[in-house]
């Protein structure tokens, strides 16, 4: 099993910044694809960004510029450093990872129990 725990949330006014982390621990072998989504009450979950295990990363428009995704693969964990942020950016922000538990196995998803974005206009 694999555990991811998030962490960095909270309370911040318009314009200003957090960096959100998220530790994975368990059985691991390998950790692929990991990233960031995030959902507002009554609403879909979106993806904000992602990065594969060599660097390469993805983001939402409404993110771009704004929020960068970094990893430390030594340390299992990705983090999100958030800036310049809008009320629109307010929901539960939940950390995901495709792991794998063995060479002989595939990619399996995990996700975080989610930390709550509280921003303030």
């Known amino acids: 099993q694999v555990q991811l725990v998030e962490s960095g949330g909270g309370l911040v006014q318009a314009g200003g910044s957090l960096r959100l982390s998220c530790a994975a621990s368990?059985?691991?072998?390998?950790?692929?694809?990991m990233g960031w989504y995030r959902q507002e009450p009554g609403k879909q979950q979106e993806l904000v960004a992602i990065i594969s295990s060599g660097g390469s990363t993805n983001y939402a428009e409404s993110v771009k510029g704004r929020f960068t995704i970094s990893r430390d693969n030594a340390k299992n964990t990705v983090y999100l450093q958030m800036s310049s942020l809008k009320p629109e950016d307010a929901a539960v922000y939940y950390c995901?990872?495709?792991?794998?538990?063995?060479?002989?196995?595939?990619?399996?998803?995990?996700w975080g129990r989610g930390t709550q974005v509280t921003v303030s206009s």
């Open positions: 995901n990872a495709n792991v794998r538990a063995s060479i002989r196995s595939s990619g399996y998803d995990y």
């Open positions: 368990g059985s691991i072998f390998s950790i692929n694809v």
